[in-house]
């Protein structure tokens, strides 16, 4: 049976990817990004801030309305504004926040009525292995992501008894846009990875698709690393 799935920044990248591999299992997705922009086949593209509360609840109640109530959630809108805090503005400490960890919280939130009404779901929560291996210039981004294993973990026994699970996929270096602007950093950072090599968006989207399975209905509170054992141990 089709599920009605909602994903976060969804235009590109590992949200692409994720969107993507919910609508190969012929799920209805809905994708939500700042730009509005969407891969093919997905059910609906919708223009959200997750920054902004009031733009992502009346997002979810519209997609409610048209698809009815939300199985799935991914909560992985992100953006980085790196620099040394000591230079670190407000405006690119609030920013990183306000996106990763605010928009987050935002969107478990408005999707949870419909999944405590039903009885099920899944929220899945994109982390980093950022705040588990300390990166320099990331303050900001790493404290967003530490935030939300705490985040999932609290909601994760809110809601215990919902049969809803709420987990955190944490990926390593991926091969993203994001990650192909760092230039010679990315390259030693390559080289850290046991395994030799970056990840790829689709092994994320894999992982996410597993939390979201019925093969994982007993997983929830965890960290999922997926980063080639770069951050072993987490």
Sequence with gaps: MSRHVIVTGASRGIGAAVAR?????????VAFSR???????????????????????AAVKDAIGRFGPVSVAVANAGITRDGLALRMTDEQWREVLATNLDGAFYTARAVLASMVRARGGSIIFMGSVSPFLGVPGQANYAAAKAGLVGLARSLAKEVAS?????NVVAPGFIDTDMTQALGESGEQLTALIPMGRVGTPSEIADAVGFLASN??????????????GLSMGL
């Design 35 to 57: 730009s509005g922009d969407a891969p093919e086949g997905c059910a609906a593209a919708m223009a959200v801030d997750v920054s902004d509360a009031a733009a992502v609840a």
């Design 21 to 29: 591999h919910f609508t190969d299992l012929g799920d209805t997705v």
């Design 215 to 228: 093969q994982a209905r007993y997983i929830t509170g965890t960290v999922l690393a997926v980063d080639g």
């Design 162 to 166: 919902r049969a809803i699970t709420v």
